[in-house]
């Protein structure tokens, strides 16, 4: 009776996507070209990495992510939530074995949700050069002057 009552109690809580997906999420950053500044919002610590690396995030997080690079121009990338079929259906696994109290799990970890894109690839464009000062006008050769009268 007793493997019965532990057997119900892990399928009960397998249903559960903060169970079966967990509540945080690698996410993958890399850039063309490589060496690039990354600093991403929106953790509990913001954090600075160099292209290519990754960073681990709650799944319920609203994170940013800004490239710089020296002689690039500096792009920001808001990541979207987004609740893919694995999330889904361990969330609605909830239905069946979690009731209320999953759900609300889920609800408040974000669990049955992943960050897109992931993973994150940028192309960095490089910064137009500064316009040229125009060159000064060339001047005009003056034309000779009349020889002046009773010379």
Avoid: W
């Avoid at 007793?2 to 999420?25: D, K, N």
């Avoid at 800004?66 to 990541?79: A, I, M």
């Avoid at 960095?124 to 001047?139: E, G, I, S, V």
Wanted: net charge positive; glycine share 12%.
């Amino acid at each position: 009776m007793r493997i019965f009552g532990i057997v119900a109690l892990g399928v009960m809580l397998g249903g559960c996507a903060s169970v079966t997906r967990g509540t945080t999420e690698n996410i993958a950053i890399s850039s063309t070209p490589s060496g690039v500044e990354a600093v991403v919002s929106g953790l509990e610590v913001p954090t600075t990495c160099t292209t290519p690396c990754s960073v681990v995030a709650k799944r319920n997080a609203d994170i940013s992510i800004t490239f710089e690079k020296p002689g690039y121009e500096s792009q920001v990338v808001q990541l979207q939530r987004d609740i893919p079929g694995a999330g889904a259906a361990g969330f609605a696994g909830n239905l069946l074995l979690g009731g209320v109290v999953g759900m609300g799990v889920d609800a408040v970890t974000g669990a049955a949700t992943d960050h897109k894109p992931n993973p994150v690839i940028v192309t960095m464009q490089p910064k137009a050069p500064p316009p040229r000062a125009p060159a000064p006008a060339a001047r005009k050769p003056r034309p000779p002057r009349a020889p002046e009268a009773g010379t």
